[in-house]
């Protein structure tokens, strides 16, 4: 926010001055105009940009139209509102109206409808809008090393969760307080915001590597919910879990690491064999304790399918996720 403000105070005095050099008036609307120019992104600053001054020069044509045949009177202002803003919201011109009521209001203000009155109007858009979009493209905040320090905190919360749930397994009885899964899937989401208007912020690239990594974590932390609930579900200690256990354990390391190995998805699968060639469960406990101790197998691999998935998405991404530590 405080960049945006130091923009917005840029591109403002920059409009004005422009604005008196050229005899505009008032030059003090483009100074208006420029301040509802700035924008948070360089994509929306040109599309709201060319918006705005598309619908500000309709509301011009409509405004002199409506002014010069009913005359200049407080109820013909509202006949511009009934008749313009519905035509702008068909549309999609939205972003404009406030703009195209700045320049509408000036008119109104004249008493008169002149050639020269329209292209002054005309010449205040080109400059205040002008001034905000030229600043926007000329600066925007550097956000690679907030995403990477989201990543590091969610791959380190996620490792926590392996082990904490290895943990649980081994000792049913441990109480955990379930903060990292609350930490994760808010820097998860701050992370997918800040990607999002990253990615807005390129102009001539489709990279979107940090788009595809936190969507793959969102994916991720709905795969690690269910295996909560499996770990949850082992009221009692079984020989069975320790091997469960130890993947748990390797599955949160393996998150750190700088490459998509797939080993834990092989001794998972040599596990699930191990399983089915022992004797029957004796008792309902047991039967309930090893059913949950399959269903949390399935759902370690639902999770590394997510990450495999993502991995192999286009060639940009692939590239990208390979350099950048996309894993388990």
């Known amino acids: 926010m405080g960049i945006r403000v130091i923009k917005t105070a840029i591109a403002a005095i920059v409009a004005i001055y422009v604005a008196h050099y050229f005899n505009l008036e008032p030059a003090l609307s483009a100074g208006i105009l420029a301040i509802l ?30 002014f010069v045949t009913l005359g200049f009177y407080h109820w013909t202002v509202a006949i511009f509102i009934l008749v313009s803003f519905p035509i702008m919201a068909r549309f999609q011109l939205k972003e404009g109206i406030v703009t195209s009521c700045v320049t509408v209001f000036h008119i109104y203000s004249y008493g008169e409808v002149t050639t020269g009155i329209i292209w002054n109007e005309v010449c205040l858009l080109l400059v205040g809008l002008g001034s905000a979009t030229i600043i926007n493209m000329l600066y925007m905040p550097n956000v690679e090393r907030e995403l990477m320090k989201l990543r590091e905190a969610v791959e380190s919360n996620y490792y926590q969760i392996c082990y904490t749930l290895a943990k649980t397994l081994r000792e049913p009885t441990y109480v955990w307080s379930g903060e990292e899964l609350l930490d994760a899937h808010r820097d998860i989401e701050k992370g997918i ?91 309902r406990d047991e039967f309930e304790i090893r059913a949950s101790l399959l269903m949390l197998m399935h759902e370690m691999n639902r999770y590394l399918d997510i990450a495999k998935r993502y991995k192999k998405r286009g060639n940009t991404d692939q590239s990208l996720l390979e350099k950048s530590n996309l894993t388990g």
Do not use: C
């Not at 948070?40 to 409506?66: E, N, P, W």
């Not at 990253?198 to 001539?204: D, R, V």
């Not at 979107?208 to 200690?237: P, S």
């Not at 079984?238 to 993947?247: D, G, M, Q, S, T």
């Open 193 to 283: 915001t800040i990607a999002i208007r990253s990615k807005e912020n390129q102009l001539w690239s489709n990279e979107g590597y940090w788009l595809t990594y936190f969507e793959m974590r969102r994916q991720q932390l709905d795969t690690i919910g269910q295996m909560m609930e499996m770990v949850a579900r082992v009221h009692g200690q079984l020989k069975h879990a320790e091997p469960v256990a130890e993947l748990l354990e390797q599955l949160g390391r393996d998150t750190q690491s700088d490459v998509y190995v797939g080993e834990v998805r092989v001794k998972l699968q040599e596990l699930a064999e191990k399983f089915r060639a022992m004797e029957l469960p004796k008792t």
């Open 37 to 66: 120019g700035v924008e948070v992104t360089r994509k929306q600053g040109l599309t709201k940009t060319a918006s705005r001054f598309v619908a500000s020069v309709l509301g011009l044509g409509f405004a002199s139209i409506i």
